[in-house]
């Protein structure tokens, strides 16, 4: 318990940053883009919008700096993150919404593939180090430098332009609308097919070699060595004992690496133009659309922070060290 | 002379814990891994400095020769526009060595001093430092960066190398820091503690020497970080597009539909050669993780004829009457 | 004592290495471990007292290998079982039930995600499958009063139990199957005297109760001398002389034995003046020629940087029952 409230407390200070860092960004970088936004906008805005826009971006410059940040928290926790100019006058708070979800499922499930995918062959290959399975070492390592929009290039110059096998963009099928029937869900499954793809290949390799890595250290580890005398089933020798620890830094490893994995699917959601919000944030930055981005970037942030409390109840469940003293 | 009890004791248990000589701390850099990464980055650090010299055209130079395919005269073929290819990648791995390097020496020295001082000093600074350093991990780079870059009026290289550095230090600093509180218990560091050495001198003379592999092994992995990073701030168009890089070539591949138009040639040479950057750096990682931590070497020992097998010893006979490498066997002839 | 053997090692040799670069962790040991007695292993470290403990177990980690020589294991029967000749699964099947370890480092031997009850009960899932679930807890509650562990600690994971706990909970393991042989590799270094004490008079009552063979390996000889039978005293990958203890400790033959005799101090008997051992002992891929101790020997004469001297009884007293010594002095 003690440790979660440890690890509770450590990404409440670490939202608590994200969304400090928000508000200084555009207070602090020169210029007044979203000013000139403001400007340009002028007529179609009502009152109640400028002034969140303006309490957002501080706009207001008769307010001191704190004034300024209790009205950002307080519009904050309205949900009220401005109008977005991509989708005027949609609020940036529905254009998340809307895409959210798709990011959700095709991060969290390429995700979790490739992790269970990347952790099974890294303890296989791990524990038969020396087979031929070693081979495959530089073929990994190779993968796991390309980045992952670029294989998301190929995948669409190949199976998309050259075969014609999937789409090569959107989320579903235009002429549906979006409902939870079969055509629909099958439509968006055919369509996040070659993007997850993508995702899961360029993730997997970096969960093999890490557990690949561990199992190797794991398996000299004295205790391994006593079930091994113990004259225990290779099954359980390998599971029970070796996989069972190595696969423990692995998944702190997870947290840790979700904010790369998290930069990489945004940039394949963008070469796929997927609905999503790495979608949504390549649109901002095109259109000079700052509450959109700065919107996204919230929402990504307490998602990742999210994501991490998650794996630290998954750590704490397989990690006794972690719970209080019996 | 003669040598008391709890020395043979010492003697039997693990081997006291020496600062590794220079030669030891270098060895990383043998081992067929590490060669070929450095043979690879070689090549590319020489294409650096050389490419735009040896780059068969200006870069930005159209040409009548539109989407040509590689031939003869184009070897990666051409663009939209009729520019060479091969001489955009040519001129373009400057910049990404540039900003690799820059981000990375940035935010290794971040990292030392973070990392190190959290690490050395403890308490409550380094409660604060590694507080700092666990924030900036979990925070996600890539959007932070894209915020930060599209609000700034003048995104040159070295501003995306300062923002890349800001958001990848963090990760070294917090191997250092507990690389450093192991090493801070180690005797030679009480000891020159104890003779009252000044704290700096301690961290450059006894403590640095032995994060030589380490520092080195974060310094790779930023620098495999920040090309990708930049790279892809080039390709979503919110780094300076005006600089040639091998990402903002992917840029107007990508905004002239390069792909719908079937022209492989324009973006298949610069991930390849983003692919085989992060594949040298990484094969130069690995030699000094095998540095590092032993039990990693690939040569298990195994060879054609014994199989080596976890939790079970091989028995490889010698035949018979060979005895070679036993040469005391000749001592086995009957006593005189 | 019987004089019946339970495991005899015969010409063993041992490499760290398949190539050219591979170095002789052992050379022809010859050992014979009897029904019912402790066998104490002696030597500094690196002179192969635990690479013989895995060898004859196969559980050398790579690149070990075993190059020569034969291991047999003697049922209560009078069968032999050729351990270097067993496949995977016969050698699982031998392991534990027949011979079982306690392992050195009693911190890293317990898997530190398990709690004590799985950790005790897998290893009769594997060997006793007919047992029932609760039959396995029976008998672990009853291992763990064998060692003077109260029941409610089966629960415990092993961070929560303490460093002499633990390595009780390892020889309550390593009694698990009733074997017939258990080794010891340095069972107590990492405990403090009166630990230390405590376990091992714990472990020779539990011998004279279940009547199984130890080999007892430890660098501190003066514990060996209280504790076991005979000793076998190793250097440079060797046997450099094997007798009882008794007259390991009145008359040691080898002046390596000699050496080590005063580098301890005894805890009972009379005092003796600590010495030590001048050097070093050397690593295995520098091993000097002819004797591997004559460098750091005070009596070394002239054969013996040249050959290799060889285990056989002293030559001065060739009667002396089952006493043998690798030393040109004594040849």
Redesign the interface.
Do not use: C
């Given at each position: 318990m003690k440790y979660l409230l440890q690890r509770l407390a450590?990404?409440a200070?670490?939202a608590w940053?994200?969304i400090t860092?928000?508000f200084l960004?555009?207070r602090l970088?020169?210029?007044d883009?979203v000013q000139a936004l403001l400007s340009r906008y002028q007529g179609q805005l009502d009152t109640n919008a400028i002034n969140s826009l303006k309490a957002l971006f501080g706009l207001d410059e008769q307010q001191s700096l704190w004034q300024q940040y209790t009205d950002y928290w307080a519009h904050l926790l309205d949900g009220d993150l401005g109008l977005s100019f991509t989708f005027f006058p949609t609020p940036v708070s529905e254009v998340i919404v809307q895409s959210l979800p798709w990011t959700l499922a095709l991060v969290g499930v390429t995700t979790l593939l490739s992790f269970v995918l990347g952790t099974g062959i890294g303890v296989y290959s791990g524990?038969k180090?020396?087979s031929w399975l070693?081979g495959l070492l530089?073929v990994t390592?190779?993968i796991?430098?390309?980045?992952y929009?670029?294989?998301g290039?190929?995948a669409?110059?190949l199976f998309a332009?050259?075969w014609s096998l999937f789409p090569?963009s959107g989320g579903y099928d235009n002429s549906l609308v979006p409902a939870f029937d079969w055509p629909f869900i099958s439509s968006a499954l055919y369509h996040a097919f070659l993007p997850g793809v993508t995702i899961v290949l360029s993730a997997v390799a970096g969960w093999i070699l890490g557990m690949r890595?561990m199992m190797?250290?794991v398996?000299?580890?004295?205790?391994?060595?006593?079930?091994?005398?113990?004259?225990?089933?290779?099954r359980?020798?390998m599971f029970?004992?070796a996989a069972?620890?190595a696969v423990?830094p692995n998944i702190s490893g997870f947290?840790?690496s979700?904010?790369?994995i998290?930069?990489g699917t945004?940039?394949v959601e963008?070469?796929f133009t997927y609905p999503g919000i790495g979608f949504q944030?390549?649109q901002a930055?095109?259109a000079?659309d700052?509450p959109l981005?700065?919107g996204?970037?919230l929402i990504?942030?307490l998602s990742?922070?999210a994501a991490?409390l998650l794996a630290d109840l998954v750590y704490a469940a397989?990690?006794?060290?972690t719970r209080k003293?019996? | 002379m003669s040598i008391t009890a709890t020395d043979v004791a010492v003697l039997d248990g693990a081997p006291a814990p020496e600062a590794p000589t220079r030669r030891a701390r270098l060895r990383f850099l043998r081992g067929g891994k590490t060669r070929t990464g450095l043979l690879m980055l070689g090549f590319f650090v020489l294409l650096a400095v050389i490419g735009p010299w040896i780059a068969p055209y200006d870069p930005d130079a159209m040409s009548d020769q539109l989407l040509q395919p590689p031939s003869g005269a184009h070897w990666f073929g051409t663009t939209h526009t009729g520019q060479d290819v091969l001489s955009q990648i040519l001129v373009g791995t400057r910049g990404v060595l540039i900003v690799g390097f820059v981000a990375a020496v940035i935010a290794t020295v971040l990292s030392v001093l973070i990392g190190v001082t959290a690490g050395f000093i403890g308490g409550a600074v380094d409660e604060i430092l590694s507080a700092l350093a666990n924030i900036f991990l979990v925070l996600p780079g890539l959007p932070l960066i894209i915020i930060v870059a599209s609000f700034v009026p003048d995104t040159g290289d070295l501003l995306i190398a300062f923002a890349i550095a800001l958001t990848s230090w963090a990760w070294g600093s917090r191997i250092l820091r507990a690389q450093t509180l192991s090493l801070r218990r180690r005797d030679y560091v009480e000891a020159a503690r104890a003779t009252g050495e000044s704290t700096w001198r301690i961290i450059l003379f006894e403590i640095m020497p032995n994060l030589t592999a380490v520092i080195a092994s974060g310094f790779v992995g930023t620098v495999i970080f920040a090309v990708l990073t930049e790279i892809t701030l080039a390709f979503i168009g919110v780094a300076d597009i005006s600089h040639w890089n091998w990402g903002t070539v992917l840029f107007w591949a990508q905004s002239n539909q390069a792909l719908a138009q079937g022209a492989w040639w324009w973006f298949v040479p610069a991930g390849l050669c983003i692919a085989l950057l992060g594949t040298a750096l990484a094969l130069i990682n690995f030699g000094i993780d095998e540095f590092v931590n032993p039990r990693l070497r690939t040569a298990t020992g195994s060879s054609r004829k014994v199989k080596m097998r976890v939790g079970f010893t091989p028995v490889a006979r010698r035949a018979p009457g060979t005895g070679a490498g036993h040469p005391e066997h000749s001592s086995k002839e009957p006593r005189p | 004592m019987s004089a019946e053997p339970v495991l005899t090692i015969s010409g063993l040799n041992v490499d760290y290495g398949t190539d050219e670069r591979a170095v002789h962790a052992l050379r022809d040991i010859d050992l014979t471990l009897h029904r019912g007695e402790v066998l104490g292993l002696a030597g500094e470290s690196g002179s192969g007292k635990s690479t013989l403990a895995y060898a004859v177990t196969r559980l050398l980690q790579p690149p070990g290998v075993i190059t020569g020589g034969d291991v047999h294991y003697h049922r209560p029967g009078g069968d032999r079982l050729d351990i270097l000749s067993l496949s995977p699964e016969q050698l699982r099947a031998f392991r534990w039930q027949e011979l079982s370890i306690v392992f050195q480092g009693a911190m890293n031997s317990l898997n530190p995600v398990h709690t004590v009850h799985s950790q005790l009960t897998d290893v009769l899932k594997a060997h006793r499958p007919d047992l029932k679930k609760a039959q396995r807890t029976y008998r672990a509650e009853e291992l763990l009063s064998l060692v003077g562990i109260s029941a409610d600690r089966l629960a415990a994971y092993p961070h929560q139990l303490s460093g002499g706990m633990r390595q009780r909970v390892m020889i309550a393991m390593a009694l698990a199957l009733e074997p017939e042989i258990v080794i010891m590799d340095e069972p107590t270094t990492a405990l403090d005297v009166v630990m230390q004490r405590q376990i091992l008079r714990r472990l020779v009552q539990l011998r004279e109760q279940l009547n199984f063979s130890v080999v007892f390996i430890t660098h501190d000889i003066s514990l060996l001398i209280e504790f076991s039978d005979r000793i076998a005293i190793m250097y440079g990958g060797r046997i450099v002389e094997e007798a009882g203890a008794a007259e390991i400790y009145r008359d040691p033959r080898h002046p390596y034995s000699d050496g080590l005799l005063h580098s301890f101090p005894a805890l009972h008997g009379p005092r003796r003046e600590l010495t030590g051992i001048p050097g070093s002992p050397p690593h295995l891929s520098a091993m000097p020629a002819g004797c591997a101790f004559h460098p750091r020997c005070g009596k070394a004469f002239e054969p013996c940087d040249v050959r290799v001297p060889l285990l056989a009884a002293p030559a001065l007293s060739p009667t002396e029952d089952r006493r043998t010594v690798a030393c040109h002095l004594h040849a």
């Open positions: 450590f990404y200070v670490t940053a994200a860092i928000n960004i555009p970088m020169p210029g883009p524990w180090r020396g070693d530089p390592t190779f796991s430098s390309i980045p929009f670029w294989l290039l190929i669409i110059a332009e050259k090569n890595n190797v250290t398996s000299s580890e004295d205790y391994v060595m006593v079930a091994q005398a113990k004259g225990l089933s290779e359980r020798v029970g004992y069972r620890n423990l947290a840790l979700l904010g790369f998290v930069g945004l940039l963008m070469v944030l390549l930055v095109g000079k700052y981005m700065q996204v970037f990504i942030t990742v922070l991490n397989l990690d006794p060290r003293e019996a | - | -």
